[in-house]
């Protein structure tokens, strides 16, 4: 069973910098792509970024391009979020999710996701 465990969020003010990690169990996630997303009060859950484990491929919504970048660690297992830069709106709840193959930024096709963890983003 996989299993997939966010952590690393908190309050910061607007230009400092988080790093946000997933500690993921339960297989090895060769074939897998796993990406990170995003719900702020109110709004949908929106895609932030996503990795394709096997190779290291990625791909960022434009929201964050240039701001956040996405790497994993095949020895531990964990899939991390840099996020430099931060403006308020990316305050928000962060998850991770996971999904076998080359995935989109589609929430609905991702098959396992952790609990989130809270990101705030003073002014």
């Known amino acids: 069973q996989v299993q997939l465990q966010a952590s690393g969020g908190g309050l910061v003010q607007a230009g400092d910098s988080l790093r946000l990690s997933c500690a993921a169990s339960g297989r090895t996630f060769g074939g897998y792509s796993m990406g990170w997303f995003r719900q702020a009060p109110g709004k949908e859950r929106e895609f932030v970024a996503r990795i394709y484990w096997s190779v290291g491929s990625t791909y960022y919504a434009d929201s964050v391009k240039g701001r956040f970048s996405i790497s994993r660690d095949n020895v531990a297992n964990t899939m991390y979020l840099q996020m430099n830069n931060l403006k308020p709106e990316d305050t928000a709840v962060y998850y991770c999710?996971?999904?076998?193959?080359?995935?989109?930024?589609?929430?609905?096709?991702?098959?396992?996701w952790g609990q989130g963890t809270l990101v705030t983003v003073s002014s």
């Open positions: 999710a996971a999904v076998r193959g080359i995935a989109t930024i589609d929430a609905h096709k991702y098959d396992y």
